[in-house]
């Protein structure tokens, strides 16, 4: 099966929402397809706000992670680096539409709308049983040398 690009690009990092290597983390999983990065995700009981629906800053965390992975992968595209840019977020918001089931698999689509040099847009949404409960943008900044994020990847 196709390796995630956490995985194939980013074993050791351990950020709280993509790092493979944090235990207590999310360990989303993004993969091209399409225009953009798709993330399916399965929620567990502690990341629920209340019983059966997913808390929104867990929400906010599957868009954050998941979009900066967006940026990075259209960056390394765009530039042809070896491998994803070392992205940051920027700002980013999200709309809850509506409760979003948490026992059951979500899907997380996200995609470029606007890129200008190292600062990308990008826009997201999230799917439960075919249908939105979320929508997200965000401004992702890839980062210099001597940033404490630089080289953390
Ligand atoms: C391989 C990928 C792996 C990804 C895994 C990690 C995912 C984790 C997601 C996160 O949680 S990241 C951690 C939370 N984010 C931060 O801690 C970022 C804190 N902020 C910063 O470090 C800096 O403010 C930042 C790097 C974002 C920008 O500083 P810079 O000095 O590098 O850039 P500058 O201020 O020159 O701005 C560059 C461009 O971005 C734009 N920009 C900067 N901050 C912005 C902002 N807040 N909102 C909108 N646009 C912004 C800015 O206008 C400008 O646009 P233009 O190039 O068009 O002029």
Same mark, same amino acid.
């Given at each position: 099966? !196709? %390796?995630?690009?956490?995985? *194939?690009?980013?074993?050791?990092?351990?950020?709280?929402?993509?790092?493979?290597?944090?235990?207590?983390? @999310? +360990?989303?999983?993004?993969?091209?397809?399409?225009?953009? $990065?798709?993330?399916?995700?399965?929620?567990?009981?502690? +990341?629920?706000?209340?019983?059966?629906?997913?808390?929104?800053?867990?929400?906010?965390?599957?868009?954050?992670?998941?979009?900066?992975?967006?940026?990075?992968?259209? @960056?390394? *595209? /765009?530039?042809?680096?070896?491998?994803?840019?070392?992205?940051?977020?920027?700002?980013?918001? #999200?709309? $809850? @539409?509506?409760?979003?089931?948490?026992?059951?698999?979500?899907?997380?689509?996200?995609?470029?709308? !606007?890129? %200008?040099?190292?600062?990308?847009? #990008?826009?997201?949404? $999230? #799917?439960?049983?075919?249908?939105?409960?979320?929508?997200?943008?965000?401004?992702?900044?890839?980062?210099?040398?001597? +940033?404490?994020?630089?080289? /953390?990847?």
């Amino acid at each position: 099966m !196709e %390796q995630a690009l956490q995985d *194939k690009f980013a074993p050791e990092t351990r950020c709280f929402g993509c790092g493979p290597s944090n235990p207590k983390g @999310l +360990h989303i999983k993004s993969f091209p397809e399409g225009d953009g $990065l798709v993330c399916r995700f399965t929620p567990e009981e502690h +990341h629920e706000g209340f019983p059966g629906f997913l808390n929104g800053g867990i929400i906010g965390t599957l868009f954050d992670c998941h979009m900066n992975w967006t940026a990075a992968y259209f @960056l390394m *595209k /765009r530039d042809n680096l070896p491998s994803p840019a070392p992205t940051v977020t920027a700002e980013f918001s #999200v709309q $809850l @539409l509506k409760p979003t089931p948490s026992r059951q698999e979500l899907l997380i689509r996200a995609r470029v709308v !606007e890129a %200008q040099g190292r600062r990308v847009k #990008v826009e997201g949404e $999230l #799917v439960a049983s075919g249908e939105v409960t979320a929508r997200a943008s965000g401004t992702f900044v890839a980062v210099k040398q001597g +940033h404490p994020a630089w080289g /953390r990847w």
